[in-house]
């Protein structure tokens, strides 16, 4: 089903036969054909397989089916394409020709990459390299008797065929056993194509991409109108927010760019920021977390999907500040973000206001677009020496490499491509995980608060830890909190100011504090974990409504008690607090 977000959006591609190529337009501007419909599962948001993920299929495929069996499977000089499945790890359909060819993942039970054929991948493994099962009339479900086929030990699936051709998978189970896994309708024969790449991609689709790019255009210069405020493009170091900044220019605009380094970005994508800046003569305006990311680690332990504190840590309140700093009137600012890229985002519309920068406005002109898009945008462009160079290592997605998001597909690239990065990420796992609790390295657990069905029938039931960093306790006179640290007095006499006066009374005693407050109880327990975690993070110094707030040279909080009117704002945007209290 599609989400009802994305509804409006072309969701399939169509297929010119005679040029071998994908057609997002109506017709290809080559040769005219309108083509026939791509068969994909759901949603359909292609992107090329570049060289080095198209030598690890063609090597799985070795391994499964024997030496040079990649090839003859995936042809060389055929274009490739992959188009993302919804599974427990990283999956993709593969697609060639015109045809699906089977599914690439890593598969968690077995921890290696697999392909398994599907429809003409089945057809060319059984016609190019004589491997097959004959079978009439077996279901989805069935069980066979797999005798005289010498195959491979990586050997998954077997192609299944009979009189009419080959119509059906079967999964190998051991013990010269196999279960049918899906089917199809039978296919005899596939027509011969020629040989294409991503240029005749460009070539068949140059009108639809013209197109696209005026109304783009259209769009920002429409906003430009309405909204007169500075322009800025965030740029990430990804290929969207390239195709964004490169449309933002073609419209006329100079605008200024602005990244954010949370302190974790592939060393690739600090590089491409500064290229793409110096080869466009633009003006870079950069923040730095540092090293709020390690820091945020030994008071909120290891983010998660469901439990994000990283991302407006080292993300979103250096952001904040820098386009406070920068864009002190608000901003328009256009950001590289498509619809089909989550369901979040489908709902965001391709305007919006940012809850943390409520004086600018953001926006994105690709907003409507698939990645094949993206991707024959900037190669139209001529740009591709300006893409960020972990795309052709195989990376999917460009983003802080300890994403809780990222597949376990992903961190085995990162320990391939940058084993010193992976290495002090994988001690700073260990130091959160028990001894006995290997198997979250290992699956990456600690990706999920609560770890998800699918993933638990891989590892079995799963006790998460709980993060306990202090202890309330209440006896209806006065309230005693106990922490795991000492609590800074010099910062815990400063933030109390900003409760108002008569201002709390306490007792200090090391990672032990007493205070006897009606009725405030959360706020003053806010004030005492503000002042034992407090990361320096800078949000309470960039919300404060009234410049009562300021971070010293220590990254220590300081109240102007002239200034403070007791609003508060600072401790709703404080993130020790949003993740740390309870209640």
């Known amino acids: 089903m599609v989400h009802p977000g994305l509804k409006h959006l072309k969701t399939s591609v169509r297929w010119c036969s005679i040029c071998n190529v994908p057609l997002l337009g109506e017709k290809c501007d080559v040769c005219g054909d309108k083509g026939f419909y791509l068969k994909t599962r759901g949603r359909t948001d292609l992107r090329p397989v570049f060289e080095e993920e198209r030598k690890l299929i063609l090597e799985v495929l070795d391994k499964q089916y024997g030496s040079g069996a990649g ?91 009979g009189e009419k051709g080959v119509y059906g998978v079967a999964q190998l189970t051991g013990n010269g056993e196999a279960r049918v896994v899906k089917t199809f309708q039978p296919i005899l024969n596939e027509e011969e194509t020629k040989p294409s790449g991503l240029e005749d991609v460009l070539k068949s689709n140059l009108e639809y991409l013209r197109r696209r790019e005026s109304r783009a255009i259209v769009f920002i210069l429409r906003l430009l109108n309405r909204i007169r405020k500075p322009t800025c493009v965030s740029y990430s170091g990804g290929k969207d927010s390239l195709a964004t900044l490169l449309l933002v220019l073609k419209a006329g605009v100079k605008p ?76 328009l600012t256009f950001v590289g973000q498509r619809a089909l890229e989550s369901r979040k985002r489908a709902r965001a519309g391709s305007v919006w206001r940012n809850q943390w920068i409520p ?141 108002g006066h008569p201002a709390a009374s306490y007792v200090l005693n090391g990672n032990k504090v007493v205070f006897k407050l009606e009725n405030k109880n959360r706020k003053m327990i806010s004030i005492v974990l503000r002042a034992a975690y407090c990361l320096g993070c800078g949000s309470c110094e960039a919300w404060c409504p009234h410049e009562a707030l300021f971070l010293n040279r220590d990254g220590k909080v300081h109240v102007d008690e002239t200034r403070c009117k007791g609003c508060e704002t600072c401790m709703e945007k404080c993130p020790v607090v949003e993740f740390l209290l309870p209640f």
């Open 256 to 331: 200024k760019v602005s990244f954010t380094n949370t302190g974790i970005e592939l060393p690739e994508t600090v590089e491409n920021v500064k290229k793409v800046a110096d080869s466009l003569g633009l003006e870079l305006l950069t923040v730095d977390a540092y090293d709020g990311f390690w820091k945020g680690l030994n008071v909120f332990r290891l983010p998660s999907r469901d439990y994000r504190w990283c991302c407006k840590v080292i993300k979103l309140i250096p952001t904040a500040r820098l386009y406070r700093r920068a864009f002190p009137g608000g901003s």
């Open 71 to 161: 090839g003859k499977v995936l042809y060389d000089g055929h274009l490739m394409l992959a188009n993302k499945l919804f599974y427990v790890d990283q999956a993709y359909e593969i697609i060639s020709d015109g045809r699906l060819i089977g599914h690439f993942f890593f598969d968690v039970y077995i921890y290696d990459w697999v392909f398994k054929p599907v429809e003409y991948g089945c057809l060319r493994i059984f016609k190019n390299l004589g491997i097959g099962f004959f079978k009439e009339g077996v279901k989805k479900g069935g069980g066979l008797k797999i005798t005289g086929l010498n195959l491979p030990l990586e050997a998954r699936y077997l192609p299944v065929f």
């Open 359 to 499: 004086e600018s406005i953001s926006a994105s002109p690709i907003n409507d677009w698939d990645m094949l898009t993206v991707w024959l945008y900037l190669l139209y462009r001529g740009v591709l020496n300006l893409v960020n160079k972990a795309y052709f290592y195989g990376f999917d997605r460009i983003g802080c490499y300890p994403c809780p998001s990222c597949s376990i597909g992903d961190y085995l690239l990162l320990e391939k491509i940058h084993p010193d990065l992976w290495s002090e990420f994988r001690r700073e796992i260990l130091k959160h995980i028990s001894d006995k609790d290997l198997l979250s390295l290992k699956y990456h657990l600690w990706r999920w608060k609560r770890v998800p069905v699918k993933m638990k029938k891989v590892v079995g039931e799963v006790h998460s830890r709980r993060l306990e960093k202090y202890v309330v306790k209440d006896d209806g006179v006065a309230t005693c909190l106990v922490l795991d640290r000492e609590i800074d007095e010099d910062s815990l006499r400063e933030l109390v100011k900003t409760l």
